[in-house]
């Protein structure tokens, strides 16, 4: 499908906003000869440098064209990034281990309301 429009909302963890996903879109949109990208406000810059200031700017929101192939239309893309507002040192969650995964699944904890069988019944 050429969509006209395209809404990414982007919440990985990804502290150095490396915007990998996306990335990645490009890169398979271009191997599968979908579609390209582009900056709207200047179609001649590389998009890598798009990208550098999207990453070092504060916007929430990177626009991008979107140039489809065959049938040939246009498009466009907006990527949404979920960032910490600035300031926020939320610290940076390790990976889980393996004991961590193997872990027994410990079961949702229950309301209040739920144990007095105000909620939902189970």
Known sequence: RRLPRILVSDAAEDPELSMRCL???FVLCRREGLCS??????PRR??????QDFR??????????I???VPA??????????RLPHGDDAP?????????LLEPRQPPLRT??????DGPSS
């Open 23 to 25: 990335r990645d879109a």
């Open 37 to 42: 990208f582009y900056d709207p406000a200047d």
């Open 46 to 51: 590389d998009l890598e440098y798009v990208l």
């Open 56 to 65: 070092r700017g504060g916007s929430a929101v990177l626009r991008l064209g």
């Open 67 to 69: 140039r489809y192939e």
């Open 73 to 82: 239309g246009d498009g466009e893309l907006f990527y949404v990034r979920m």
């Open 92 to 100: 940076v969650r390790p990976l889980l281990t393996e004991a961590e």
């Open 112 to 117: 209040q309301s739920h144990e007095n069988g």
